[in-house]
């Protein structure tokens, strides 16, 4: 309850997206949570007293206290200066469109089903869960929580915030775009009016300008370099992961775990779909009426049933274990991704802006070198012998492969440096915008 006090404040830094507030304050929660949770343990040991999950509940709330404490004192001075409140006052007494006079009806509506889609999400996201209770063995069940809570660890700590900060920044490119094509909309009425009156052909100028609006190809573009950024990671996660991943999982967990390296090796397949399916997503949250996210609820449906499907066939009649179950949530991610690729471009072409595959696909050399790389790393895992050697060997040969990367992509990752630099968003987009024909070839 204390943490959900912080909700206000986490809202205002979305909204103008002040990344270093929220890094500052979720570091210093997290270092109180941490140093809490092991003084308590730490006094528990040594003074033989039985706490229990104590130390836990009790580093939680220090957790909350300073997330809180961070967020107002910061959000409490930014309120003060730009002229608005958070905490909740009478909007309106008269108004129909306000409940109890403090809630927008139609922010409430959409609240409520983006709620009712995170509750079904959730449901379905524990669906993993059901399947390898019904179709595998206890050592199975083990093999795949160890190697997917290690794999997800990439996922919870980078794309995970990253997801979050774009839906905000959609949201507010999405809203412009909708006020900029009814405004398109009426200017081009006028023209066509104007044109008739006086009896003279449109010209292809006024048909290009009217062809696309500012803010639809800003969002475009941050979808795209979005895009194209988590495709360099999936390239280095798809080409180094596989082989080194059960080496790592060997000093981390121990020799007890190696057979869980063939688990967490196929895991790094399935990341990228993570990755992909949390950008689609949030671009369909920002965008989609509550009628829209109904449908997208209704279609998660009929994907968990494919995945049960799938999980049945992968499991039961093939019997692949922890493996086939890493499979069947790459298919139901598959589908997912799918219709919210098909969601995203249907948006953009009502609002005459097209989006390709192609457009957010890396530079040829770095997937040819990716592909080099993964064939190289794979003869060479033929000759290991279980020693650290063998995760230097498998370390030098990735950091060669980012050193490609990082020049084969440097203009795209420099103009990732303008997005992520300190500037006003006008600022971002236009710059960017005029790198596009650098860093995207086939824009």
């Not at 300073?66 to 003060?80: D, E, P, Q």
């Not at 019904?134 to 050592?139: A, D, G, H, N």
């Not at 967990?253 to 950008?279: E, H, K, M, Q, R």
């Not at 080099?372 to 000759?383: E, G």
């Amino acid at each position: 309850m204390v943490e959900l006090l912080a909700e206000p404040c986490f809202v205002v830094v979305q909204l103008q997206m002040l990344y270093t507030l929220r890094a500052s304050a979720e570091t210093s929660a997290t270092l109180t949570r941490c140093t809490l949770t092991c003084a308590m343990a730490i006094w528990a040991s040594t003074s033989r007293q039985n706490l229990g999950v104590l130390p836990f509940a009790v580093g939680q709330s220090g957790y909350a206290i300073a997330l809180v404490a961070v967020y107002y004192r910061s959000i409490g001075k930014t309120s003060y200066k730009q002229g608005f409140s958070i905490r909740p006052r009478i909007l309106s007494a008269e108004s129909a469109e306000y409940m109890f006079s403090l809630f927008y009806r139609p922010t409430l509506t959409l609240a409520i089903n983006l709620y009712a889609q995170s509750g079904l999400k959730h449901l379905l996201t524990q669906g993993d869960s059901i399947l390898i209770a019904l179709f595998t063995s206890l050592s199975s069940q083990g093999v795949y929580a160890l190697a997917s809570n290690y794999g997800s660890l990439l996922a919870r700590m980078l794309f995970q915030p990253v997801e979050e900060s774009s839906r905000g920044v959609f949201a507010r490119l999405l809203n412009a775009t909708s006020s900029s094509a009814s405004n398109d909309e009426k200017a081009e009425e006028m023209q066509v009016s104007k044109e008739k009156a006086i009896g003279e052909p449109r010209s292809a100028t006024t048909t290009d300008s009217a062809a696309a609006s500012d803010p639809a190809l800003s969002a475009r573009t941050y979808l795209i370099t979005l895009l194209h950024l988590y495709a360099l990671l999936s390239l280095a996660i798809v080409a180094v992961g596989p082989t080194a991943a059960p080496l790592l999982l060997r000093y981390v967990a121990g020799p007890a775990w190696v057979s869980a390296g063939t688990v967490l090796a196929t895991y790094c397949y399935y990341i990228p779909l993570l990755a992909l399916n949390g950008v689609l997503e949030a671009f369909v949250s920002a965008a989609a009426t509550p009628t829209e996210l109904r449908i997208q609820s209704a279609w998660m449906l009929v994907f968990s049933a494919g995945f049960a499907a799938s999980g049945f066939v992968l499991l039961k009649v093939y019997d692949l274990g922890a493996k086939g179950l890493v499979a069947a949530n790459a298919v139901n991610m598959v589908m997912r991704i799918l219709w919210s690729w098909s969601f995203v471009t249907s948006f953009l072409r009502a609002r005459r802006v097209t989006l390709v595959p192609t457009d957010c696909l890396p530079d040829p050399t770095s997937t040819g070198v990716g592909v080099l790389v993964a064939s190289c790393l794979i003869v060479l895992s033929r000759s290991f012998s279980g020693s650290i050697m063998d995760l230097v060997k498998t370390g030098a040969v990735g950091a060669i492969y980012g050193l490609v990367l990082l020049y084969s992509e440097r203009l795209f990752l420099y103009d990732c440096y303008l997005i992520v630099k300190p500037v006003s968003e006008p600022q971002i987009m236009q710059t960017a915008n005029q790198n596009k024909e650098r860093t995207l070839p086939s824009l």
